[in-house]
């Protein structure tokens, strides 16, 4: 009787570590826990352009709809950069246009009626009106944005709105430099309702460089709803930080379920703003405790000390330099080439120790690591000698090259005599 039970019992265990070990995979089994951002550009953005255009066919409606709203577009983007509504040509604006965002379209056999948004190319639109377009943007933040709904705190355990919304967001107009995950692969591991009250600096430290980024926010929805399929009512708060420091906070009611992803919307755009206000006031800032420990100096012989001096001294014959300190600079790279042409320009500096990317974003910003013999304002100004335009300060900089001068127009030649 004792060996059946024994035998049941050993089956019975075995079981249950199955089971946890299935349960353990499927945490992070299934695709469907976030959605990838849309747009992390800079383009210029205008939106809520209304348009109202009858045609012969819908398509062709459609079309002139389009036409039209690109024309209005440009009359508040050109007067919002100083340029007074500035007149230009269809051919033009298909040339500035990067994309028309549908917000709500009634299309009828002769006629259609819209509510868009039109994106323009930062960079053609600041070549043509003769500005600069270039922005002084924060450290990489990482987004944690967690969404509280009955009482439950989710991130990435289930796809949520809240995280829909920051995905839709368009950041480029932002000078916070957000990092949004996906919410693939580990991040419903790492990135959980309960990281956010965990302020261990050694595993925060491995999350944000895992993601490129120098710290965190933490912007925070709890969604009330006062009956099925009744109002509900959106508290919103912005926070940031390893520590959960809390910034602001505000409320917005809508009327029913429908209406939820607008409130998500508008509540990430002032979440935002918070976020911005907080940037310009000097209170959201890189936290100094999330910067990589020193590295323990080694106890030398005195001929391994001497071995260290020599290798240390400038190749050009300069003086000897302190130690090297890493820099974080963002620089854009719309391809692998640009990817290689911007470290070998970076390495070549002199003072200049390692280059090496650690977060890669083909077609839009990427991080690279710089350790470097000297003053980070000396690595700017080195940086600026070779051609490249500088924002931010200290251990934190972006680079990017400078817009090439426009062509001088064509010289009228004399009549013949």
């Known amino acids: 009787m004792d060996q059946p039970r024994s035998t049941a019992f050993r089956l019975a265990g075995a079981a249950a570590l199955l089971a946890a070990a299935g349960a353990g995979m ?79 379209e009634q299309i009828g056999p002769t006629r259609y009626v819209a509510r868009l948004g039109v994106l323009f190319d930062r960079g053609r639109v600041g070549s043509l009106l003769g500005i600069a377009t270039g922005a002084t943007r924060s450290a990489p933040m990482l987004v944690i944005p967690v969404q509280y709904s009955g009482g439950v705190g989710q991130v990435f355990e289930a796809r949520t709105q809240w ?35 965990r302020p261990g600096r050694r595993w925060w430290r491995a999350i944000i460089d895992q993601y490129g980024a120098s710290d965190v926010v933490i912007p925070v929805v ?13 508290a919103f708060q912005a926070r940031w930080g390893p520590d959960n420091r809390y910034l602001g906070s505000f ?45 323990p100096t080694p106890i030398s012989t005195p001929n391994a000390v001497l071995d260290t001096v020599i290798r240390s001294l400038p190749a050009d014959g300069s003086s000897l330099a302190g130690a090297a300190i890493a820099v974080n600079v963002q620089f854009e790279t719309p391809d692998a080439a640009a990817v290689a042409a911007t470290e070998a320009a970076v390495r070549g500096l002199v003072g200049v120790r390692s280059a ?33 335009q500088i924002s931010g300060g200290g251990q934190s900089l972006r680079i990017g090259r400078a817009a090439p001068a426009p062509a001088p127009p064509p010289t009228a030649l004399p009549p013949p005599e």
Not at 222 to 234: A, E, F, H, W
Not at 270 to 289: E, K
Not at 363 to 387: K, Q
């Open 356 to 388: 090496t990317t650690t977060s890669l974003a083909l077609g839009g910003v990427s991080l690279m690591r710089v350790f470097y013999d000297g003053d980070p304002a000396g690595l700017a100004s080195s940086l600026a000698a070779r051609g490249f």
């Open 26 to 104: 499927a945490q992070i089994e299934g695709g469907d826990r976030g959605v990838a951002p849309i747009d992390s550009s800079g383009d210029f953005e205008v939106t809520g352009i209304v348009v109202d255009v009858a045609a012969k066919t819908p398509d062709a409606a459609r079309y002139g709809g389009w036409r039209v709203a690109q024309r209005k577009a440009w009359t508040q983007l050109s007067s919002r950069l100083g340029a007074g509504g500035a007149e230009v040509s269809d051919g033009t604006l298909d040339q500035l246009v990067s994309a028309i965002v549908v917000e709500r």
């Open 163 to 197: 995280q829909q919304a920051w995905a839709r967001y368009r950041t480029g107009n932002s000078i916070i430099d957000y990092v949004r995950p996906a919410g693939t692969g580990a991040d419903p591991l790492v990135l959980s309702a309960g990281q956010v009250s």
């Open 251 to 295: 409320s917005l009611r809508v009327g029913g379920e429908a209406g939820l992803p607008q409130l998500l919307d508008a509540g990430v755009a002032r979440v935002d703003q918070l976020y911005q206000g907080a940037l310009r006031s000097g209170v959201l800032r890189a936290d100094p405790t999330l910067l990589p420990p020193p590295s």
């Open 222 to 234: 709890r969604l009330y709803r006062q009956y099925p399929g009744g109002p509900i009512v959106g």
